[in-house]
């Protein structure tokens, strides 16, 4: 029996650290699509790559049997792959899927309507990615071929993979992952993915995930930088760092709390497990990497806004938010093309609280918004 067929997209950290992993683990053939020429050439000459979990319990574990298509150069194998798949995933960025959008609506259309459905799952930051994708995919390909041809479902993805040191495909990651996928979309038939964890309501997962791991990575990543730390277990080893991720990450647990019904304890634990995660001194995570495209993490549905949002709209302080939102703002890293862009907009007045963070005077944040841009630009 032939095994079945898993195309990825993106064979960066996540893709060949968690996602190929998990694929592989499945008995999933993985086939890696990627734009990075050098990246395809060392996954075709090379027959296996080791993860490696780095902390307490870690343990490695080596992925062998896949494939790799530079999207670029073949992009008929790789509508061909999506053709004959049974799952699609993508780990390229949220501000990516609208480019690997048309090769996945053609090898849905390739697909004969008899096929079992093929199973999409963006696997990136963000609330709705893969809504986003298929949102994207239709612009492509009408929205009842692709209906009858591709189930998209939601999901939250979990495991820090810091940028890799070596040159090779070995992947070093933390050793706890978790893959949260919406199983509505699939009714009673849901891919065979033993790692994976199928849910019936996504939205308590990825947004415990996003405001409480990625709100406080990026408040720890912003004020770590400014005080100095290129790391970001040594920024949040640093009291006064410290104390400014705890009020952020108190604000957005009290949040999750009162909408999603979690048990206060509950959300205690995992938000000590996940600063206990980010002092992994195994994992050598940079402020630049977790700090990176400050313009979309201050975009109105991320992870500062969105809870900050929603904390005023209800009467609540978004103070501490509205403080990681001034550091956010005062990313000043060179190597950064939306850090540059961002410090550009503060420079030339462009009203950032309502082209960046999507904000109208209407809205309850918009004042505290404003007033915190405000002062990074007395600052200035
Ligand atoms: N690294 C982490 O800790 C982590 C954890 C959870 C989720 N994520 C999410 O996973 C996604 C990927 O992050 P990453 O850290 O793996 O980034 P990465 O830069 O290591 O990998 C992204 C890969 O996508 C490729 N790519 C770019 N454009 C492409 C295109 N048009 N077609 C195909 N491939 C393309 C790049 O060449 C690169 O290899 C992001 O959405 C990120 O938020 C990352
Ligand atoms: O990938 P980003 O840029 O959305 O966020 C940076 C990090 O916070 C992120 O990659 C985490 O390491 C990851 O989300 C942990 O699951």
Redesign the pocket.
Known sequence: MTSPQAVH???????RGFIGLLLHEAGYEVVF????AD?IGTLQSTPSYRVIEAGAGGVEKVVTGYRAID?NADPDGLVAAIASADVVTT????N?LR??APAIAAGILARPVSARPLAVMA???ALGATALLRAEVEKHAAADAVGLRAIFANTA?????PEQSGAGLDVLVEPYCEWAVESTPFGSGTPDIPGAHFVPDLAPYIERKLFTVNTGHATTAYYGRLAGHATIAAALADAAVRAAVEAVLAETAAFLVAKHDFPAAEQRAYLEKTLERFSNPAIDDSVERVGRQPIRKLSRHERFVGPASEIAESGGSAEALLGAMGAALRFDAPGDEEAVKLQGMLRDGTDIVATVMGLAPSDALYSGATATVESVRASL
């Open positions: 997209f993106g064979a960066g950290n996540i893709g699509a990627d734009v990075n990246l999207s780990a390229v960025g949220p990516i480019f690997v696997c990136e930051n993805v979990d495991r820090i993979v």
